[in-house]
């Protein structure tokens, strides 16, 4: 396979350029016009999702504005095409393959909206849940995407049924706040409970039966087939 390469596209050949956010000053004129374009409110929601679970912000070669990472295992390739589809046109490439890891990684351009969700959750350069949560976490996609990355269901049938969402790198007080948000936003009942591993505790979500129901009844519209053993049906 033949690749031709300019100073602000890569192609295969006999296909359209795919623009690229190059590490220098000179960006592509259609870079240029994508920073100008805001996020619609579902690309946001995705956004604010993925901060929250497996998702990092990264900085331009400038530092002046930031973009979204995320890597997703091999199992996970429709959930990294169904992020990059829904990511367009601010992610310019398909998930990228690494054989080293087998893993896709997703990205986006540097923006500015990004880049001030960076300033809330990474205001020392360390992602944390910022005390503004309540007014970020508001919509069900978020959630969704959310527990997708780090939710797990502790299910036995007929008789136990809890989601949980694995937080270990916050904080216990940041815990906290997600659970004030689960309960004020989304009237969801959750606490923080201890994980212990190789001896080191970490916080992890833990929200209540019934209000598990509500809870995955609530993102169930927009789980994606590879993820559906994270909702199995609750008939408690």
Known sequence: ?????????TM????????????????????????????????????????????????????????LRVTRSEKQKEYADWQYENLKPFALKP???????????IGTISHSEISKLYSIFYPKGKKIVPKEIKSLLTDPISLAVWYMDDGTLDFRERYHCNAMIATYGFSFSDCKLLVNTLHDNFDIKSIVTVCTMRGIKYPRLYVWAKDSIRFLNLIEPYILPCMEHKIVKCNL
């Open 12 to 67: 295969n050949k006999g296909m359209k350029a795919i623009p690229r956010e190059p590490r220098r000053i000179t960006y592509s004129s259609e870079i240029r016009k994508l920073k100008t374009i805001p996020l619609t409110k579902y690309q946001r929601e995705i956004v604010i999702g993925s901060v929250l679970g497996d998702g990092y912000l990264v900085p331009n070669w400038s530092k002046t504005h930031y973009a």
């Open 1 to 9: 396979l033949l690749f031709i390469c300019y100073n602000n596209v």
């Open 95 to 105: 998930p990228r393959w690494y054989e080293r890891n087998h893993s896709y990684t």
